[in-house]
């Protein structure tokens, strides 16, 4: 029958079973861990021989000779290359990663560790190789490709100069001035288009210098450049002879048809010339005086074309061999053609002059006597004139200005004389005529001489009382000139007009200090002829003095008033002149106060603020001006000037607006600064947000569906999650700031309070996203680990 254990086997069998399975368990952990070293090996000496792999195949072809039989095929493997280092670029990421996994493998000590860390040494110094290696081939590449670029420019070159020497060599000069025009334009473009690719030749000799020796030296480049240069200089040498070709073809035409146009010029005027004879009448000889003062003007111009021809002529004599007896017939027949011309019109014009100055000299000895016949007469009808002072009065008012009236008659007369003998020996057919004429004119002087000295003799003590009757009357019309300047009241309208005006009433008070003397010496002759006498002329004559004395007078307080008139007018305009300045600052000011914009970045704000300070610095250097200007404006006023209301009324709006300025730009600089702080604000929100995205990818991650290394990213998301706890306080703190900010800026209350709620919504949603993930995590990592412990149990 079934006999029952005893109580103590059952536990020690249970103890033994309990024993070997943990014996069990511990040797299949100790299998695990060596089999996931080896793992960890192999895999390391997997992954580093595909790398090798492809770095030795990469070095074979690295190490091709081939750069290309072209340009075309060099840029083609530059292109390849440019891959290869994307490639390289590419490959250098996993590998570092199996190299960082090697080292480990190394620092651990354990399955060969001297094997692993001798592997990564190797790898690391054939990656370094092939790094090099890869440099040296786009070093290559690189000089291969400016060879064929090098070759291929010169081909270039050497094309176009062929080109343009064909060009250069033409023959071809014209048949006329209009086809050699037309050839001179296109041989421009052509010398143009020389000197423009003189930067492309020296850019090929540049290429040259900067090609390595292996290249350098090959025939293509150390013969090709010297070639071409010379190629390049004959190409400049045959264009410039070219041109001197077309431009000598083109002045020989221009000069022939300039002498065409010349010559038939003269032919025209040569005939009218031959045509012309000399009239006796002075109208007619003043008809053809016009005639011939209209034909000197035309005769001028022709001279300076004859002398352009000419000018043409010696240059093409100096550089054009083909046409010299061409161009010496044209020259000499057109300067001999104007030689006769020129003597022919100075014969028929020293004809016409010598008519004219006869028939001039005729009516001139006629207007002369009559002349003198009519100051004759006017001194002896004051022969019935007394020596007592209303007989002197008469008298000066009869010969007034008749002493200048003698000087012009006798200047007039030794004219005449002149005139007479120089017509006389000119012609000597008409010389007793002319002589004749002269000995009239010279007895009616001599008679009109005698008069007035016996006139003068007959005044005998007048002569003094007439003097100073003279004196006055001119004194007087001094007095009324210089009156009726002073007593203009133009207002100068301009700062310019001002000076000038007051520099002109300067000079007329220099003027009346100078007249002082006169004034004086009158007053006292007048009191000295008047004294005691009592008849009409001497009361009148009283009068006039007393009249001169008011005069005077008057004069100086005159000129006093528009001194002082002209002087607040140049005071107001110099008002005005600074006033335009002030207000042209003032209107420059509130432009530059109502076109300033709130930035919307932090270094753009802070610029804004620094700006602005440095403005409203300029604005109190520019309060000083402001202040200058009113205070005139001011005193303008406090003087009574004439425009008083219009001064008053600048200096209100200028200190008003100068006033306005300052408090606007007061309360600008106030919002320019809170928007600096709200850009700050801002700046610190986008960087956290800018964190928690970055955050957030990581957060949504869901790699963890893939049950590898679950334990590993269990671990990873646990510093993540401590790493989001370290940085809350960074949320705080903006909150913080973003609160103290609201409350003493109001007006930024909405902005800062938008972007706090966009803030602490990521945040929430980064939080939530990060337990989710965390649990999850979890939940697959408790799946794998009872997967693992049935899987043992089997």
């Given at each position: 029958?079934?006999?029952?254990?005893?109580?103590?086997?059952?536990?020690?069998r249970?103890?033994?079973?309990?024993?070997?399975?943990?014996?069990?368990?511990?040797?299949?952990?100790?299998?695990?861990?060596?089999?996931?070293?080896?793992?960890?090996?192999?895999?390391?000496?997997?992954?580093?021989?595909?790398?090798?792999?492809?770095?030795?195949?990469?070095?074979?072809?690295?190490?091709?000779?081939?750069?290309?039989?072209?340009?075309?095929?060099?840029?083609?493997?530059?292109?390849q290359?440019?891959?290869?280092?994307?490639?390289?670029?590419?490959?250098?990421?996993?590998?570092?990663?199996?190299?960082?996994?090697?080292?480990?493998?190394?620092?651990?000590?354990?399955?060969?560790?001297?094997?692993?860390?001798?592997?990564?040494?190797?790898?690391?110094?054939?990656?370094?190789?092939?790094?090099?290696?890869a440099?040296?081939?786009?070093?290559?590449?690189?000089?291969?490709?400016?060879?064929?670029?090098?070759?291929?420019?010169?081909?270039?070159?050497e094309?176009?100069?062929?080109?343009?020497?064909?060009?250069?060599?033409?023959?071809e000069?014209?048949?006329?001035?209009?086809?050699?025009?037309?050839?001179?334009?296109?041989?421009?473009?052509?010398?143009?288009?020389?000197?423009?690719?003189?930067?492309?030749?020296?850019?090929?000799?540049?290429?040259?210098?900067?090609?390595?020796?292996?290249?350098?030296?090959?025939?293509?480049?150390?013969?090709?450049?010297?070639?071409?240069?010379?190629?390049?200089?004959?190409?400049?040498?045959?264009?410039?002879?070219?041109r001197?070709?077309?431009?000598?073809?083109?002045?020989?035409?221009?000069?022939?048809?300039?002498?065409?146009?010349?010559?038939?010029?003269?032919?025209?005027?040569?005939?009218?010339?031959?045509?012309?004879?000399?009239?006796?009448?002075?109208?007619?000889?003043?008809?053809?005086?016009?005639?011939?003062?209209?034909?000197?003007?035309?005769?001028?111009?022709?001279?300076?074309?004859?002398?352009?021809?000419?000018?043409?002529?010696?240059?093409?004599?100096?550089?054009?061999?083909?046409?010299q007896?061409?161009?010496r017939?044209?020259?000499?027949?057109?300067?001999?053609r104007?030689?006769?011309?020129?003597?022919?019109?100075?014969?028929?014009?020293?004809?016409?002059?010598?008519?004219?100055?006869?028939?001039?000299?005729?009516?001139?000895?006629?207007?002369?006597?009559?002349?003198?016949?009519?100051?004759t007469?006017?001194?002896?009808?004051?022969?019935?004139?007394?020596?007592?002072?209303?007989?002197?009065?008469?008298?000066?008012?009869?010969?007034?200005?008749?002493?200048?009236?003698?000087?012009?008659i006798?200047?007039?007369?030794?004219?005449?004389?002149?005139?007479?003998?120089?017509?006389?020996?000119?012609?000597?057919?008409?010389?007793?005529?002319?002589?004749d004429?002269?000995?009239?004119?010279?007895?009616?002087?001599?008679?009109?001489?005698?008069?007035?000295?016996?006139?003068?003799?007959?005044?005998?003590?007048?002569?003094?009382?007439?003097?100073?009757?003279?004196?006055?009357?001119?004194?007087?019309?001094?007095?009324?000139?210089?009156?009726?300047?002073?007593?203009?009241?133009?207002?100068?309208?301009?700062?310019?007009?001002?000076?000038?005006?007051?520099?002109?009433?300067?000079?007329?008070?220099?003027?009346?200090t100078?007249?002082?003397?006169?004034?004086?010496?009158?007053?006292?002759?007048?009191?000295?002829?008047?004294?005691?006498?009592?008849?009409?002329?001497?009361?009148?004559?009283?009068?006039?003095?007393?009249?001169?004395?008011?005069?005077?007078?008057?004069?100086g307080?005159?000129?006093?008033?528009?001194?002082?008139?002209?002087?607040?007018?140049?005071?107001?305009?110099?008002?005005?002149?600074?006033?335009?300045?002030?207000?042209?600052?003032?209107?420059?000011?509130?432009?530059?106060?109502?076109?300033?914009e709130?930035?919307?970045?932090?270094?753009?704000?802070?610029?804004?603020?620094?700006?602005?300070?440095?403005?409203?610095?300029?604005m109190?250097?520019?309060?000083?001006?402001?202040?200058?200007?009113?205070?005139?404006?001011?005193?303008?006023?406090?003087?009574?000037?004439?425009?008083?209301?219009?001064?008053?009324?600048?200096?209100?709006?200028?200190?008003?607006?100068?006033?306005?300025?300052?408090?606007?730009?007061?309360?600008?600089?106030?919002?320019?600064?809170?928007?600096w702080?709200?850009?700050?604000?801002?700046?610190?929100?986008?960087?956290?947000?800018?964190?928690?995205?970055?955050?957030?990818?990581?957060?949504?991650?869901?790699?963890?569906?893939?049950?590898?290394?679950?334990?590993?990213?269990?671990?990873?998301?646990?510093?993540?999650?401590?790493?989001?706890?370290?940085?809350?306080?960074?949320?705080?703190?903006?909150?913080?700031?973003?609160?103290?900010?609201?409350?003493?800026?109001?007006?930024?209350?909405?902005?800062?309070?938008?972007?706090?709620?966009?803030?602490r919504?990521?945040?929430?949603?980064?939080?939530t996203?990060?337990?989710t993930?965390?649990?999850?995590?979890?939940?697959?990592?408790?799946?794998?680990?009872?997967?693992?412990?049935?899987?043992?149990?089997?």
């Amino acid at each position: 029958g079934y006999q029952p254990c005893e109580p103590a086997a059952v536990r020690e069998r249970v103890a033994t079973l309990e024993l070997r399975y943990r014996e069990l368990a511990e040797l299949a952990g100790q299998r695990r861990v060596r089999l996931e070293e080896s793992r960890r090996l192999w895999k390391f000496f997997w992954d580093t021989g595909e790398e090798e792999a492809w770095m030795r195949e990469q070095e074979r072809l690295l190490s091709s000779e081939d750069v290309g039989r072209d340009l075309t095929s060099s840029l083609r493997l530059l292109s390849q290359h440019d891959a290869f280092r994307g490639e390289l670029s590419g490959r250098a990421g996993p590998l570092e990663q199996a190299l960082a996994r090697g080292r480990e493998l190394a620092a651990e000590g354990r399955l060969g560790a001297a094997e692993v860390a001798e592997r990564v040494r190797e790898m690391e110094g054939r990656w370094q190789a092939l790094a090099e290696l890869a440099a040296e081939r786009e070093r290559r590449l690189r000089e291969a490709a400016g060879f064929f670029q090098f070759q291929a420019e010169a081909a270039d070159a050497e094309a176009w100069l062929e080109d343009a020497l064909r060009l250069a060599s033409s023959p071809e000069l014209g048949h006329d001035e209009y086809s050699t025009r037309s050839l001179a334009r296109q041989h421009r473009e052509v010398q143009e288009e020389v000197r423009s690719h003189r930067p492309a030749i020296d850019a090929l000799h540049e290429q040259a210098r900067t090609l390595p020796p292996v290249f350098a030296d090959v025939p293509d480049v150390a013969g090709r450049l010297p070639a071409l240069e010379r190629r390049y200089q004959e190409l400049a040498a045959r264009a410039e002879r070219r041109r001197q070709e077309l431009q000598d073809a083109l002045s020989l035409y221009t000069m022939r048809s300039e002498a065409d146009a010349c010559g038939l010029w003269v032919g025209e005027k040569e005939q009218w010339l031959h045509a012309m004879h000399v009239p006796d009448k002075l109208e007619d000889l003043e008809v053809v005086q016009q005639r011939f003062e209209t034909l000197e003007p035309e005769m001028n111009n022709l001279a300076s074309r004859v002398a352009a021809v000419n000018r043409i002529a010696d240059q093409l004599l100096a550089t054009d061999q083909r046409n010299q007896d061409s161009i010496r017939a044209t020259r000499e027949q057109l300067n001999a053609r104007w030689e006769r011309f020129r003597a022919l019109a100075d014969q028929k014009k020293e004809a016409l002059t010598s008519a004219l100055n006869i028939q001039n000299y005729h009516l001139e000895c006629n207007e002369t006597t009559s002349w003198m016949r009519e100051k004759t007469k006017v001194i002896e009808s004051t022969q019935g004139l007394g020596n007592d002072l209303a007989g002197v009065m008469a008298l000066q008012r009869k010969l007034s200005g008749m002493e200048r009236d003698l000087e012009a008659i006798q200047g007039k007369v030794r004219d005449l004389r002149a005139e007479a003998e120089k017509l006389a020996a000119e012609h000597p057919e008409q010389a007793p005529a002319i002589l004749d004429r002269l000995s009239a004119i010279e007895a009616v002087w001599d008679e009109l001489c005698r008069s007035l000295r016996r006139r003068e003799e007959s005044l005998g003590e007048a002569s003094k009382l007439q003097g100073f009757l003279r004196d006055l009357a001119a004194f007087q019309a001094w007095l009324s000139r210089t009156q009726t300047a002073v007593a203009s009241e133009d207002v100068p309208a301009t700062l310019v007009e001002a000076e000038r005006l007051l520099s002109q009433h300067e000079s007329i008070r220099k003027e009346i200090t100078h007249y002082g003397d006169d004034y004086r010496s009158t007053r006292a002759v007048g009191r000295e002829v008047t004294q005691g006498q009592t008849d009409a002329q001497h009361v009148f004559l009283h009068q006039r003095l007393e009249a001169l004395d008011t005069g005077w007078e008057e004069l100086g307080r005159m000129w006093e008033n528009r001194h002082h008139l002209l002087s607040q007018a140049f005071a107001f305009q110099l008002f005005l002149r600074d006033s335009k300045q002030v207000e042209g600052v003032l209107s420059t000011q509130e432009y530059a106060l109502s076109h300033t914009e709130m930035p919307g970045t932090l270094p753009g704000a802070e610029a804004s603020v620094k700006k602005h300070e440095d403005f409203m610095a300029t604005m109190e250097a520019n309060g000083e001006r402001v202040q200058g200007l009113v205070a005139t404006g001011r005193k303008l006023v406090a003087e009574g000037s004439l425009h008083a209301d219009k001064v008053q009324e600048t200096v209100d709006s200028v200190e008003s607006r100068h006033r306005r300025n300052r408090e606007t730009a007061q309360e600008l600089l106030g919002r320019l600064r809170d928007n600096w702080e709200l850009q700050r604000f801002l700046q610190d929100g986008q960087e956290l947000t800018l964190w928690i995205d970055e955050k957030m990818l990581t957060a949504q991650d869901v790699s963890y569906e893939e049950a590898r290394n679950l334990h590993t990213k269990w671990q990873k998301h646990q510093a993540f999650a401590a790493e989001l706890a370290a940085n809350k306080g960074w949320l705080e703190k903006m909150e913080k700031e973003g609160q103290q900010l609201a409350s003493a800026k109001p007006e930024l209350g909405t902005v800062v309070t938008e972007k706090l709620a966009a803030l602490r919504g990521l945040w929430d949603e980064l939080e939530t996203t990060t337990r989710t993930k965390a649990r999850r995590l979890f939940d697959a990592n408790r799946a794998e680990l009872c997967a693992q412990s049935c899987a043992a149990l089997r």
